[in-house]
Structure formats: structure tokens, C-alpha cells
């Protein structure tokens, strides 16, 4: 999908109806260190690196890595629980044990209705997950996506998710490349207020909403809403009233939000016409805290939801196209207007 092509999806279905999140942005403390980890570690492949900013192949997504201090941004600390980054995989204990040779140390794991989970901590304090779904999972709506960006961009095995773009590489190392970024939870204090924001003023249109994971919430309460943004989806995860547990009876899920730690894990929607996409959000009650301004890459604009969370707006030049990211945004919006749009 060429960028002309976001105007007219935008204009008939709502505000950022139709566009994609094609860049996620993780705040880093130390870019040297992060940039090991996520390059070593977990075995992303690196698009470009400099001295301020690292981007990798997240599959239909590209994970950047920028300095916090560049921002102003205040990470929370060793871990942050305010939402987390997901990737696909097709055998959960496979990619757990390769990713522990190389280092990664494993906090949790549950087993549930969607699958098998489980997560550790960069040294950011960002929480990310692996996940393998189930075949109860992969039955909803949201499982056609989980399918769909397997097909796209996943590596690996037949099984259980469906065929994947290709076998993995010949002589890779293990590790999260062709294990595509799926998921960006936000946790979010209350679900109501959560569809309100999203999709009342953002404009998205939810592919379902499901209840939690946790039996003592109210059964007619659907505290889950996914978005199909693209080449993954957003998703939020209302706050549990009472502790979830993993396998091992260790706290699974978040207990409480604070707004001022949000602001470390940025999505980013590519947008056409950014002034006109901004107005018409800020019509719509959104609250900017940037706006629409020149960088090197393009125009940005930053806005933030109730909670906290921060997502920007941008709309790219030509020249970043001819950057190693451009080509891969390239083929992403290719992969993306190959399937019909975010729709």
C-alpha cells in the first residue's frame, strides 16, 4: 500500500481507521547495551544503527530503539508493566531454551485458553512475551490475523499457527527473527473507558472484544478489545480486581498503572496528510502533546490516551524511503495493501 492510498480508508471509516502502526519505539536507557540485547539476545535483525537510534525486522513492524534521555523520557525501572510486546512463535519451549542459551532469563509462563505464554524483562525494564496459540485461539477472529502475518512473515514450523512465509534460515541462530511482533498490550484501568478512546476517538475498529483471563472478574465484562492496526494488533487489557497466577503461582498479570509510567513503548501510525489526520483527532477530543513537526525521517506529531500511554503520527519523506527502514516499510506496506488494507 502506497501512502496515497491511507487518505481515502481514513476519511470513510474515522480517523486512524485504516492506518497502520508500522513502527513500535522502545526508550532506552543505554543504546550499546540494547542494541546487544536485542541483537544477540534475542536475534533481531538490525535495519540501521547509529549513535542515537537502533531500528530491527520485526516482521510486519520495525522495533526502533531510541535514547530516553533524548526525549525526556523516564523509564520506570527494572520492570514495566504498563503494556507488553509480543512476538509469534510456532513452539513456545523451542524458542525458550534457544533464547536462554543466549542469555535471556524468563520470569513467568502461564498455560490458559489462548495458549501458552511467557515473558521476561529487557534491560529497560520493557516486558515482552513469546506466545504459541492454541487452536481455540487461532479459531477466533483474531486468530485469521495471527494466521495471516505467520503466512506474511513467520518462520518456522507448520504447525500449530498455520503455514509460515518460509522455513527458518539455513545456518541462523535461534532466536526471534521470523518470529513475528504480534501483539502491543496496553494495560488500562477501566475497558469502557479504554473503547472509548480507541475506538471513539482514535477511530479503530475493534476485531473483538473478549473477557479476561481471570474467572473473578464480572462475566458479561469484555475487559479485552483487539485492534487490527496493520501488520499486528493493539490490544488492551483492562487492570485484574483481583492477582492472576502463572504455572507457578508467581503474580502473572499487572496490579496497578501509574500514568507517569507509560511513556517508555511509543506505536507509531503512518498517516497521509498528518495536519488534516491531527485536526481531525483533535476534533475528536484527543490531547496532542507535539505538534506536527519536521525530523529527518519525515513529520511527526505526538498525542497521548487517558492513561498515559503515548502513540505518534508520521508521515515519511522520500529521502528516509531510500533508507535501509524505508525499503523494509516498503515492503510492508506491499505486504499490507497485498491483503487488502488493516481492514
Known amino acids: ?57 520485526a516482521g510486519l513492524v520495525i522495533l ?17 508493566d504498563a503494556s507488553d510486546v ?37 534491560p529497560n525494564g520493557h516486558r515482552l512475551m513469546i506466545y504459541e496459540p492454541s487452536a481455540t485461539a487461532l479459531s477466533w477472529p483474531s486468530g485469521s490475523k495471527l494466521r495471516e502475518i505467520w503466512r506474511a512473515c513467520g518462520r518456522g514450523g507448520v504447525e500449530p499457527i498455520g503455514t509460515p512465509a ?20 496496553l494495560f488500562v484501568p477501566g475497558s469502557s473507558e479504554a473503547l472509548g478512546f480507541y475506538q471513539g476517538e482514535l477511530g479503530l ?10 474467572p473473578a472478574c464480572p462475566p458479561d465484562e469484555k475487559g479485552i478489545a483487539k485492534y487490527d492496526v496493520g501488520g499486528m494488533l493493539l490490544t488492551t487489557h483492562h487492570i485484574h480486581r483481583s492477582p492472576v497466577v502463572d504455572d507457578f503461582g508467581r503474580i502473572y498479570s499487572p496490579r496497578s498503572l501509574n500514568a507517569a509510567n507509560t511513556k517508555g513503548i511509543v506505536p507509531v501510525f503512518l498517516v497521509k496528510e498528518i495536519r488534516g489526520v ?19 525521517i519525515g513529520e511527526v506529531a505526538r498525542f497521548e490516551a487517558p492513561t498515559g500511554h503515548a502513540f ?14 524505508g525499503a523494509k516499510l516498503e515492503r510492508i506496506l506491499s505486504t499490507l495493501e497485498g491483503r487488502g488494507g488493516s481492514s
Open 1 to 57: 500500500m502506497s501512502t496515497e492510498g491511507l487518505s481515502a480508508m481514513v476519511e470513510s471509516r474515522g480517523a486512524l481507521a485504516g492506518s497502520p502502526i508500522t513502527h513500535l519505539i522502545l526508550y532506552v536507557h543505554s543504546l550499546p547495551e540494547s542494541l546487544e540485547y536485542y541483537r544477540d539476545r534475542l536475534g533481531l535483525r538490525v535495519l540501521e544503527a547509529d549513535e542515537e537510534s537502533a531500528r530491527f525486522d
Open 86 to 122: 509480543v512476538f509469534l512463535v510456532d513452539d513456545v519451549n523451542a524458542t525458550r531454551e534457544a533464547l536462554e542459551s543466549r542469555g535471556v532469563e524468563f520470569v513467568r509462563r502461564r498455560t490458559y485458553e489462548i495458549g501458552l505464554v511467557t515473558d521476561f524483562y529487557d
Open 312 to 325: 505518534y503520527l508520521y508521515e515519511p519523506w522520500k529521502p528516509a524511503m531510500a533508507w535501509p527502514s
Open 166 to 185: 518460509g522455513p527458518p534460515a539455513e545456518g541462523a541462530a535461534p532466536g526471534l527473527d521470523g518470529k513475528p511482533l504480534i501483539y502491543l498490550f
Open 64 to 80: 526502533c530503539l531510541h535514547r530516553a534521555k533524548d526525549y525526556g523520557v523516564e523509564l520506570t525501572g527494572r520492570r514495566d
Open 278 to 296: 491531527a485536526e481531525r483527532l483533535s476534533r475528536r477530543g484527543v490531547q496532542f502533546t507535539q505538534t506536527v513537526v519536521h525530523s529527518q
Open 205 to 214: 475498529d475493534a476485531v473483538e472484544r473478549v473477557h479476561c483471563c481471570n
